[in-house]
Structures are given as C-alpha cells and as structure tokens.
C-alpha cells in the first residue's frame, strides 16, 4: 500500500512564505515524478508544480518565480516551497506521485489527502 502524507499547511499572512512536504511510502519500486496541485472552493484542481526525471520542472504560470519544487529522492519526499504569498494561492494542496511499486507492477498514480494553505490578514 502506497501512501503519500502532506504536510506544512496552515495560516499565513500576504507576502509570507511556506514549505509543504509530501512523503511517499510503502511498497515502492519507483517514482517517475511527483507533484503538487492545488483545489480552491469553487475552483476546479489545477496543476501547480510538478518534477520528473524526463522534463524537469514544470510551473503553473501563476506561480512562476515564487514557488519551486524539488524533491529528495532518497526519501522519497517532494517539497513545495512557496514565497510571496497571494491571498489567491489560498487552496488545498495535494501532493501527486507516479510510482511503480514493483519491477512487474504497473505505473499509476497516487494522491495525498491534502493540506489547507490560507493566506489571508
């Protein structure tokens, strides 16, 4: 059983900054990419950042140059750094990964619970 765990959420005010973290773990032979998306109320789930070993990084315009992802492959953890915080960035953040958990298993995707970032004064 695969399980990813976010953490790093919570309360921040405009211009602030915050680092989530997501953990992968249990059975896993694997992880092609990770990432982040995000799901505001109202608002659909959008992509916000993602890293592979095939493209690199991958930004959503609307956070270019203030977030940047990276990941720890020995721990099999991604993070999300996040700097000058809008009151627009306020969603839920949910951490993506595509792993393979064995040499004959398939390649799927998993998902986080989520992680409530509020930017507000």
């Known amino acids: 059983q695969v399980q990813l765990v976010e953490s790093g959420g919570g309360l921040v005010q405009p211009g602030g900054s915050l680092r989530l973290s997501c953990a992968a773990s249990?059975?896993?032979?694997?992880?092609?990419?990770m990432g982040w998306y995000r799901q505001a109320p109202g608002k659909e789930r959008e992509l916000v950042a993602q890293?592979?070993?095939?493209?690199?990084?991958n930004y959503a315009d609307s956070v270019k140059g203030r977030f940047t992802i990276s990941r720890d492959n020995a721990r099999n953890t991604a993070y999300l750094q996040m700097n000058s915080l809008k009151p627009e960035d306020t969603a839920v953040y949910i951490c993506?990964?595509?792993?393979?958990?064995?040499?004959?298993?398939?390649?799927?995707?998993?998902w986080g619970k989520g992680t409530l970032v509020t930017v507000s004064s």
């Open positions: 890293i592979t070993r095939r493209t690199g990084t």
């Open positions: 993506n990964a595509i792993i393979q958990r064995g040499y004959y298993s398939d390649v799927l995707d998993y």
């Open positions: 249990g059975s896993i032979f694997s992880i092609n990419g």
